[in-house]
């Protein structure tokens, strides 16, 4: 089976560089672990969701009104705007959630089964919002930096839970608090399983994250999950077209979630930086019994 390797990152250079050694073949390095630049730089088979100069292949959900943007750089303010994100409109490869930091949720026009998905991204101080598998399930992006509570299944690098009669259900606590300080990029590296049916369409497995990486460090392994989002329809490729009980036509794919609707005070995610990386993932077996 082809499964593809999908990355949100085309990575800032410093002003010194470090001698590079080229080599003729670039070794197979997916063992979970950190490996100096991001893997769609020194692996082969990624290809980006970005094309490093606007918003094609992407997509407001639902067909809302999207203030999505690309951006040639961005500006924290650490006294004066802790809470916002500016960026320098341009054609580039950061994506901008808009200048209020609330836009419509950002969805990939491709669809996906299993993936291994890189992306890079940037908070500003209390954050919370998350990356969707599927546009179901969900990975939690939020300001943990600097907690000393024990990690929950809302902290940065958590499978989010769901709500069942206004409770949180399931769901996975990240395995540390891997968070940086708001105002500096982070990345998951996320192998991610879809759902198995049978012929008749039974569910036989739940969909599962593999193995993430939340700044190189891992957070979660092997951890099944249902879907975070009860109004979709779960599917071995995400994305195929379902209606829930209203009628409406959900469609999933690799989704960047910014603000869930069910929660008023969730806090703008910030920037996407380019290249939502993806490729196939050649080791998939051995990832998940490793």
Known sequence: ???????????????????????????????????GDAPYLIEDGWRSLQNGRDLAGWQ????????????????????????????????AGTMLNGPTGRPANFVTTEKFGDTEL????????????????????????????????????SDCGGVYH???????????????NASRRAGEWQSFHIWFRAPRFDAPGKKTENARFVRVLHNGLSVQKGRGTRRADARAHESARGGDESADAAGRSWSGSVSQHVLASAAADRQPVGLW??????????????????
């Open 118 to 153: 890189y992306v890079e991204f940037m908070i500003p101080k209390g954050s919370n919002s998350g990356v969707y598998l599927h546009g179901l399930y969900e990975l939690q992006v939020f300001d943990s930096y600097g907690s000393s509570e024990p990690m929950k299944t």
């Open 60 to 91: 407001p959900q639902d067909g809302k009104p999207s203030d999505w943007l690309t951006v040639r750089g961005v500006v924290w303010e650490r006294l004066l705007g802790p809470t916002c994100l500016r960026g320098i409109p341009a054609p």
């Open 162 to 176: 769901r709500w069942i009669d206004n409770k949180g259900v399931g769901g996975s606590a990240p395995s540390r």
């Open 273 to 290: 930086r380019v290249g939502d990386h993806t490729r196939s993932m050649r080791n998939l077996a051995k990832a998940m019994v490793s």
């Open 1 to 35: 089976m082809s499964i593809p390797k999908i990355f949100l990152a085309l990575s800032l250079v410093a002003a010194t560089q470090g001698i590079v050694v080229s080599q003729t073949v670039v070794p197979e390095l997916n063992d979970g672990e950190a490996h």
